[in-house]
């Protein structure tokens, strides 16, 4: 079945650091891990990808296991502007329903 | 560059009438894409494009149709709205590999 698997909310306090958990258990060899986030209504703003070393941008670092079947996005100073759906998409086309991140002062 | 731009940014339709979301970019990608996003729920991909005169099936597919003339333009049509099409829906387009650039969407009520 070529989805993911995310928690539906997570909290974080403001200043800390924010991990979101995405599980891709099927994820084929040569397939890219992706993460974009959706702020309110918007449309969706892509975050970082990877394939199997861990990556890191202005926003945010991608922890990808040795096996591939699970990553970890890390907001590592949340805001309270990083309140937002986040989601690990497959194949870039099926997107689930993500996981609310509440980042609370 | 303007990105994804997409018209109109509302619209309300009776049931069974037709009209057509635009979507457009001026980044010269080859894939475009199109989703829909119900209160509360994921996006799920409708139709997308490799490149003009190129269109695949997604998802959700029924009710809904599109073209592909050039490499900016990729319209979707409702041909007979229903009540089940209220959604909002979201354009999108990348090169064919990395990250998709998402349009600011379209609200859609069919009442």
């Known amino acids: 079945d070529a989805k993911t698997t995310q928690p539906p909310s997570m909290d974080c306090a403001e200043g800390r650091a924010a991990n979101l958990p995405c599980n891709h258990s099927?994820?084929?060899?040569?397939?890219?891990v992706y993460w974009y986030r959706q702020i309110h209504s918007q449309g969706p703003q892509y975050i970082i990808h990877?394939?199997?070393n861990n990556e890191t941008n202005e926003m945010a670092s991608l922890i990808i296991t040795e096996d591939r079947k699970s990553s970890t996005l890390i907001l590592p100073h949340a805001t309270l502007r990083d309140t937002a759906v986040y989601y690990c998409?497959?194949?870039?086309?099926?997107f689930g329903s993500g996981t609310k991140l509440n980042v609370k002062p | 560059n303007a990105g994804v731009t997409q018209t109109p940014k509302f619209r309300i339709l009776k049931i069974g009438q037709s009209m057509t979301l635009q979507c457009t970019q001026d980044?010269?990608?080859?894939?475009m894409y199109w989703y829909r996003q119900d209160p509360g729920m994921g996006l799920k991909l409708i139709y997308y494009?490799?490149?003009?005169?190129?269109?695949d099936k997604g998802e959700v597919p029924n009710g809904y149709n599109v073209s592909r003339s050039t490499t900016e333009d990729f319209p979707l049509r409702l041909e007979l709205a229903a009540p089940s099409q209220t959604s909002v829906y979201f354009c999108?387009?990348?090169?064919?590999?990395?990250?998709?650039?998402f349009g600011p969407g379209t609200r859609l009520t069919v009442t």
């Open positions: 998409p497959r194949n870039k086309f099926y």
């Open positions: 494009s490799v490149g003009a005169g190129i269109t």
């Open positions: 999108a387009s990348n090169p064919g590999a990395y990250e998709q650039y």
């Open positions: 980044m010269n990608h080859n894939y």
């Open positions: 990877g394939l199997k």
């Open positions: 099927t994820i084929s060899g040569n397939e890219y």
